[in-house]
């Protein structure tokens, strides 16, 4: 069974300063997909990267990057500059394997953004 | 191009009755899963389905169900509702080049 690990408390972050959000994984499998996604109060689940367990450069979309760690099966996300719009939920998760689309999530971390 | 769009957006329902949720992938999109989010469990999966079959089935009793269309809009049923039940339900859809997946605002159901 996977399994997702996100134990950080909520955090506070100074806006334009940048935070890591840790993810550990646990899988016996060699092919997978790793997963961070926004959740703002209003509920909806924003996709912010996606890094495969076969991909040799890190993940980056605009001002996230994933500091993926395969070896030590760590996928953290990395939010630079942060703004006021990034307090949320931010969850991390994985893909099933071979074409297997389902997510196992991790519990989430709380991130306020204060000015 | 618009998002995943789910209807309604809220829910009341009372404890034994059934309840339709749902949910129109993005255009083009032909898979389509849905996740069930509490507070105590987080999100779990429920089930996902690619051009109107169901590929994989999370661990829930038989109560919920669900299916997909031709259009490739899909909904997802519960019968018998149970306070348990309460939750967000959250559909995403999956184009087939890529893993991504982008998910729709939810369905806040609420069972008293």
């Known amino acids: 069974a996977q399994k997702i690990t996100q134990t950080q408390p909520g955090m506070f972050v100074q806006e334009k300063e940048a935070v890591t959000l840790d993810c550990t994984y646990d899988?016996?499998?060699?092919?997978?997909?790793l997963f961070w996604y926004k959740q703002p109060s209003s509920g909806e689940m924003i996709f912010l990267i996606y890094q495969g367990s076969y991909d040799e450069q890190n993940a980056t979309e605009g001002r996230y990057s994933l500091n993926f760690q395969k070896a030590r099966k760590s996928a953290n996300l990395v939010i630079s500059a942060s703004q006021l719009g990034d307090s949320a939920m931010y969850f991390c998760a994985m893909r099933d394997t071979y074409g297997n689309n389902r997510l196992a999530f991790g519990k989430g971390n709380q991130v306020v953004v204060i000015p | 191009k618009a998002g995943v769009t789910q209807t309604p957006r809220y829910l009341i329902k009372t404890r034994g009755q059934q309840v339709t949720l749902s949910c129109s992938p993005i255009?083009?999109?032909?898979?389509v899963s849905w996740y069930q989010q509490t507070p105590g469990q987080g999100l779990q999966f429920l089930f996902e389905?690619?051009?109107?079959?169901?590929?994989n089935k999370g661990n829930f009793p038989g109560r919920f169900s669900g299916r997909q269309f031709s259009n490739s809009r899909s909904e997802m049923n519960v019968s018998t509702l149970e306070l348990g039940d309460s939750a967000l339900y959250l559909c995403a859809s999956r184009p087939t080049s890529s893993y991504e997946q982008y998910f729709g605002p939810g369905t806040r159901l609420t069972v008293t």
């Open positions: 899988t016996s499998d060699q092919s997978y997909g």
């Open positions: 255009s083009g999109h032909r898979s």
């Open positions: 389905y690619f051009s109107e079959t169901q590929r």
